[in-house]
T-cell receptor
Framework: GAVVSQHPSRVICKSGTSVKIECRSL??????MFWYRQFPKKSLMLMAT?????????EQGVEKDKFLINHASLTLSTLTVTSAHPEDSSFYIC??????????????FGPGTRLTVL | KQEVTQIPAALSVPEGENLVLNCSFT??????LQWFRQDPGKGLTSLLL?????REQTSGRLNASLDKSSGRSTLYIAASQPGDSATYLC???????????FGAGTRLFVKA
C-alpha cells in the first residue's frame, strides 16, 4: 500500500520558537494533503487541506498565520507551527490522497508527530 | 454540517467474542467511509475503505457495511483477540468541500 512518512516523529521545543513538520508521500503523488490535530483521548480534528501548488484551505478556528502550510511538490507538504506555545502541544497527523490514481480517494496517513512545547 | 457519531464510546469484551461497532453520519453526500485502528500514542492504520457505491468490504476477521441512505456503517469483528484492543475510528470523506470528518472513536478492550 501507499506510504506516507512524517518527520520528526517527536519534537520538544521552547515556547516562542517555530517548528516545522514534514509530510511525504513515498511512492505516490499526493495531489491533496490534509493536516489533522489530535488532543489526548480525542478524535482527529481537520486543520487544513492543501493542494499542490496552491494555498491551503483552513478550517474555521484554525489560525493560518500560526499554522503555515506549504505544499510545494506532489510528494511533500510542510506544517510550520510559528511562535509555539504550550497550548499548541498536540499530536499532528497528515494524510495524503492521489485523486488521479483511481484508488477511490483513499487516504493514507502518516505516523504522526508529537509536539511538546515547554 | 457533517457530524459523525460512534457508539459505543468504549467496549470491553472477553476474548473470542464477536462484536459490532457502530458509526452514523448526518450527510449522505460522501465519497467514501474508512475504518481505522489507532493504538495509544500511535498513528492510524487503515482497516477498510468502502466507496459510496458499495455496501460492504471484508478483510480477514473484519467486515464493514455501509448504508448510505440511512447514514450508518458497522464494523464487525469476528472472534476477537487481545491484540484487537485499540481505538477504532470511522471517517467519511465529504463530497462537499472534499474534507474528512472523523468520529470520536470506540475504545475496545479484549480481555484474555
Amino acid at each position: 500500500g501507499a506510504v506516507v512518512s512524517q518527520h520528526p516523529s517527536r519534537v520538544i521545543c521552547k515556547s516562542g520558537t517555530s517548528v516545522k513538520i514534514e509530510c511525504r508521500s513515498l511512492d505516490f503523488q499526493a495531489t491533496t494533503m490534509f493536516w489533522y490535530r489530535q488532543f489526548p483521548k480525542k478524535s482527529l480534528m481537520l486543520m487544513a487541506t492543501s493542494n499542490e501548488g496552491s494555498k491551503a484551505t483552513y478550517e474555521q478556528g484554525v489560525e493560518k498565520d500560526k499554522f503555515l502550510i506549504n505544499h510545494a511538490s506532489l510528494t511533500l507538504s510542510t506544517l510550520t507551527v510559528t511562535s509555539a506555545h504550550p497550548e499548541d502541544s498536540s499530536f499532528y497527523i497528515c494524510s495524503a490522497i492521489d485523486i488521479t490514481s483511481g484508488s477511490g480517494n483513499e487516504q493514507f496517513f502518516g505516523p504522526g508527530t508529537r509536539l511538546t512545547v515547554l | 454540517k457533517q457530524e459523525v457519531t460512534q457508539i459505543p464510546a468504549a467496549l470491553s469484551v472477553p476474548e473470542g467474542e464477536n462484536l459490532v461497532l457502530n458509526c452514523s453520519f448526518t450527510d449522505s453526500a460522501i465519497y467514501n467511509l474508512q475504518w481505522f485502528r489507532q493504538d495509544p500514542g500511535k498513528g492510524l492504520t487503515s482497516l477498510l475503505l468502502i466507496q459510496s457505491s458499495q455496501r460492504e468490504q471484508t478483510s480477514g476477521r473484519l467486515n464493514a457495511s455501509l448504508d448510505k441512505s440511512s447514514g450508518r456503517s458497522t464494523l464487525y469483528i469476528a472472534a476477537s483477540q487481545p491484540g484487537d484492543s485499540a481505538t477504532y475510528l470511522c471517517a467519511v470523506l465529504n463530497t462537499g468541500g472534499f474534507k474528512t470528518i472523523f468520529g470520536a472513536g470506540t475504545r475496545l478492550f479484549v480481555k484474555a
